[in-house]
């Protein structure tokens, strides 16, 4: 019966060995919650930066790009008005001719007009426009009247503001790495303080912040578009 008994002495010291095994525990808990968070979020973050840095190479070439097609849509242009300049000239000194009655020199114009220009000319005048007052007032006006290089020039400025666009969808993905960075870099602050403190509520508020921001980042991660 005598040994059954426990000693208030002992019992106290027993009693704290339980608290500082449990309390030993704890904080090896803690510490290897906070290295996995540790270690995750110091290569997500990585990770993040290195995206970062691809999303803005992706950028520059594609506001590069679109310069280059800028240029090339206005040497287009400038070309396209200066052959439709050659066909008003042209157009202008045949109607001065045929209105004086200069068939030969009516007809020299005519024979130079631009391979472009002739079908317009010809559907033209196949709307009688002396005789028919509803006629369009010159071949310019004829859908018949295309010039390539116009076309050539609006097709090269649409491809540039596809690549402005793409340029600046290429700026918002790098901002929203970066974003992505803080949120692992605050990862990192949080899991690595939660060791630091010996009251147990402080521990577990840091670790859950640093949880949460954990899982926010990869949720967020997995819906972003990706460069390799």
């Not at 290429?170 to 790495?177: H, L, P, R």
């Not at 602050?189 to 521990?203: D, E």
């Not at 912040?209 to 990706?226: E, H, M, N, Q």
Request: charged share 15%.
């Amino acid at each position: 019966m005598a040994a059954d008994r426990v000693e208030p002495g002992r019992s106290d010291e027993v009693a704290a060995g339980q608290s500082d095994h449990a309390r030993e525990d704890r904080i090896r808990t803690i510490e290897i919650i906070s290295a996995v968070l540790l270690s995750l979020a110091t290569v997500l973050a990585a990770w993040s930066a290195f995206q970062s840095a691809k999303w803005s190479g992706v950028q520059a070439t594609r506001f590069s790009e679109a310069s280059a097609l800028r240029m090339e849509s206005v040497r287009a242009s400038t070309a396209a008005g200066g052959q439709e300049q050659v066909d008003i000239t042209l157009f202008a000194q045949w109607v001065n001719a045929y209105n004086a009655g200069n068939t030969r020199l009516a007809n020299f114009y005519f024979e130079r007009f631009r391979a472009e220009f002739k079908p317009a000319v010809d559907a033209w005048l196949a709307t009688k426009p002396l005789s028919n007052p509803h006629a369009p007032s010159s071949p310019f006006a004829m859908p018949e009247y295309k010039l390539a290089q116009a076309g050539q020039a609006n097709d090269l400025l649409a491809s540039a503001e596809g690549r402005t666009n793409l340029a600046l969808q290429a700026n918002q993905n790098s901002d929203d790495y970066v974003l992505m960075t803080v949120l692992f870099a605050s990862t990192l602050l949080f899991a690595g303080l939660a060791s630091k403190f010996t009251a147990r509520a402080v521990q577990t508020a840091m670790t859950g912040l640093a949880l949460v921001l954990l899982c926010a980042g990869i949720g967020f991660l997995a819906a972003f578009p990706r460069q390799f």
